[in-house]
């Protein structure tokens, strides 16, 4: 995402783009994330003086690997933060960088289906979630 700082008015600005994920170099599949679709950010830009200020949104559609029992389950990757940055008339700001670092920051260590998720038998591997197994542990 870019910003022109020529454009922004003394009003502010808000900028929407859709970001393609492959793109961005995230690195998140070790961690059990995968995200299936375009990362929608919003922006409102305001500039004062020699710096500007975004107020960012960001939202995906994700699907995580549970780190307990392996099941596979969707849901929305949503991060707010603020930056700033000092500029100089006829700049372009590009902001792609912190875009990437703060998706990659908002990401769980340890995805979970459920809070109390029950996960693999550690003998048979079955998933405890959906069948209790005939082990004895």
């Not at 900028?15 to 994920?21: F, Q, V």
């Not at 969707?74 to 902001?95: C, H, N, Q, V, W």
């Amino acid at each position: 995402m870019k910003i022109h700082i020529n454009k922004i008015p003394p009003e502010g600005l808000e900028i929407t783009e859709e970001i393609d994920p492959r793109v961005m170099s995230l690195g998140m599949e070790s961690q059990g994330i995968a995200l299936t679709s375009s990362i929608l950010v919003k922006a409102n830009v305001l500039k004062a003086g020699g710096e500007v200020f975004a107020d960012v949104c960001l939202e995906a559609p994700a699907e995580y690997t549970c780190g307990r029992c392996l099941a596979k389950f969707s849901g929305i990757l949503k991060k707010e933060f603020k930056t700033s940055y000092e500029a100089k008339p006829g700049e372009i700001i590009d902001m792609d960088e912190d875009i990437r670092q703060e998706t990659i920051l908002d990401c769980p260590m340890k995805s979970l289906c459920k809070p109390d998720c029950k996960g693999l038998c550690p003998n048979c591997g079955q998933n405890l979630n959906t069948l209790k197994c005939e082990c004895e542990i």
